[in-house]
């Protein structure tokens, strides 16, 4: 399933990550995991953020892949469902059937 982790990284843990040079890794070890089809870093509320899309095989992994975050970066980190257009498409096409006779 395709799904966004957005995390937020409180300024004094990403100021000390970065001082240390350990976020460099903690994010290429997060890309070499996750192998994202995009991802973003950006400021969010204040804090140091990224916004990564990802395609996740099982939900039992999310533990394993947020905990180096909360551990390393005191981040705080949410997993999203999203969708890309072929998929809203998809997603339409199959809504319109919704009510009509013979729908589900």
């Not at 990224?50 to 980190?77: N, R």
Request: charged share 20%; hydrophobic share 45%.
């Amino acid at each position: 399933m395709r799904m966004m982790l957005r995390l937020q990284v409180p300024p004094e843990a990403g100021s000390e990550a970065m001082r240390s040079g350990r976020i460099g890794q903690i994010m290429q070890d997060l890309m070499d995991r996750l192998q994202p089809e995009a991802a973003y870093f950006h400021e969010q509320n204040g804090m140091r953020g990224a916004s990564i899309v990802f395609d996740l095989e099982s939900p039992a992994l999310m533990p394993a892949i947020a905990e180096p975050l909360y551990q390393e970066l005191g981040a705080t980190v949410e997993f999203l469902p999203v969708m890309n257009m072929e998929d809203m498409q998809r997603a339409l096409a199959d809504v319109q059937h919704v009510g009509q006779p013979g729908g589900a």
